[in-house]
């Protein structure tokens, strides 16, 4: 069974700074995209930044210049690091990925999440 499991959120102050994981397990033949999205709430969650299997990123607006996305694809690890982060970048974080486990089973995978919450 594939799990992805995000890790590293907390307590931070303005304009500090954050990494994020989100490892995956289970039984994996390939990972297409990779992505971070955010919820705060009250608020639809909300794409933050992808990552193709080739390395292609994508990133929102309100982050463009201070989160990088990576991944490595021998740990089938994906990252977030956060620098500059605001008040407004309060929610929790969900990873998601592509995942094919088969020639004919490939779907989205969600992670449970983790609070980042931005505040002095």
């Known amino acids: 069974q594939v799990q992805l499991v995000e890790s590293g959120g907390g307590l931070v102050q303005p304009r500090g700074s954050l990494r994020l994981s989100c490892a995956t397990s289970g039984t994996i033949a390939s990972i297409d995209t990779m992505g971070w999205y955010r919820q705060a709430p009250g608020k639809q969650r909300e794409l933050v930044a992808s990552i193709t299997g080739s390395a292609s990123t994508n990133y929102a607006d309100s982050v463009k210049g201070r989160f990088t996305i990576s991944r490595d694809n021998a740990k089938n690890t994906m990252y977030l690091q956060m620098n500059s982060l605001k008040p407004e970048d309060t929610a929790v974080y969900y990873c998601?990925?592509?995942?094919?486990?088969?020639?004919?089973?490939?779907?989205?995978?969600w992670g449970q999440g983790t609070q980042v919450t931005v505040s002095s």
């Open positions: 998601n990925a592509d995942i094919r486990v088969s020639r004919y089973n490939r779907r989205i995978y």
